[in-house]
C-alpha cells in the first residue's frame, strides 16, 4: 500500500484478556519493526523482521508478547493476559532495507488496559 | 551497545525564533543519526538522516542538523520558528544500515508562542 496501516487506531480491553494488533507495511519493504511508546518514554524497540530471517525478539519485554509476519507482509503483534503497564501506544515501522535508511511508521495503534 | 541522549524534554520559543534541539549520541562504531518528527495523533515522519556523506544535513520543512564526532552530538535546528513546528521531535541512531533496530532518545516536545 501507500503506507503502512495499523489496526485497530484504538483498542480498549479489560485485564487479563488477550489482544492482537496488526501492521500492514509498505509493499516491498522487507524489514518490518515494532515499538511501544508510553508518555515521557520515548520509543521502546520490541521486535525486528528482516526478510525470512530470524526475528529480533530482543526488546519483548516479557513472554506474553509475541509477534509473527506472515509472508514476509502482515505482521500480528500479540498480548496475553494484558495488564495495565501495557497500555500505551503501538507503533509499526517498515524499510526497504534497514534502520540505516530510515523507516517509515504507521499512525500506531492506542491500547487501554482496564 | 548505542544509545541517545535529548536534553531537554521540552523547549518552548517564540514564533520567529531560532529552534535548538539538542542531541547527543554514544556509539563504538560510526553511526547513522535520524530525526523524526510526530505530531498529535500521528505516527512519526522522518525529518532529517546522516549517513556518513556530509556533516551539515538539511531536511524538510527548513530543519538542519550537523553531525559533530567530536561532541558526539547531532543537534537540530531551524532559524525561524513557525506556529506548525509545535510538535514533539525524537533523535535515534543506529549502526547498521541492514541490520540492527534504530535506538530513539525520549523526545522533545516543542511549543511555539505567538
Known amino acids: 500500500g501507500a503506507g503502512v496501516s495499523q489496526s485497530p487506531s484504538n483498542k480498549v480491553t479489560e485485564k487479563g484478556k488477550d489482544v492482537e494488533l496488526r501492521c500492514d507495511p509498505i509493499?516491498?519493504?522487507?524489514?518490518l519493526y515494532w515499538y511501544r511508546q508510553s508518555l515521557g518514554q520515548g520509543l521502546e524497540f520490541l521486535i525486528y523482521f528482516q526478510g525470512n530471517s530470524a526475528p529480533d525478539k530482543s526488546g519483548l519485554p516479557s513472554d506474553r508478547f509475541s509477534a509473527e509476519r506472515t509472508g514476509g507482509s502482515v505482521s500480528t503483534l500479540t498480548i496475553q493476559r494484558t495488564q495495565q503497564e501495557d497500555s500505551a501506544v503501538y507503533l509499526c515501522?517498515?524499510?526497504?532495507?534497514?534502520?540505516?535508511?530510515?523507516?517509515?511508521f504507521g499512525s500506531g495503534t492506542r491500547l487501554t488496559i482496564v | 551497545a548505542q544509545s541517545v541522549t535529548q536534553l531537554g524534554s521540552h523547549v518552548s520559543v517564540s514564533e520567529g525564533a531560532l529552534v535548538l534541539l539538542r542531541c547527543n549520541y554514544s556509539s563504538s562504531v560510526p553511526p547513522y543519526l535520524f530525526w523524526y518528527v510526530q505530531y498529535p495523533n500521528q505516527g512519526l515522519q522522518l525529518l532529517l538522516k546522516y549517513t556518513s556523506a556530509a556533516t551539515l544535513v538539511k531536511g524538510i520543512n527548513g530543519f538542519e542538523a550537523e553531525f559533530k564526532k567530536s561532541e558526539t552530538s547531532f543537534h537540530l535546528t531551524k532559524p525561524s520558528a513557525h506556529m506548525s513546528d509545535a510538535a514533539e521531535y525524537f533523535c535515534a541512531v543506529s549502526v547498521n544500515q541492514a541490520g540492527t533496530a534504530l535506538i530513539f532518545g525520549k523526545g522533545t516536545t516543542l511549543s511555539v508562542s505567538s
Open positions: 515501522a517498515s524499510s526497504s532495507a534497514g534502520g540505516g535508511y530510515g523507516y517509515t
Open positions: 509493499s516491498g519493504h522487507t524489514a
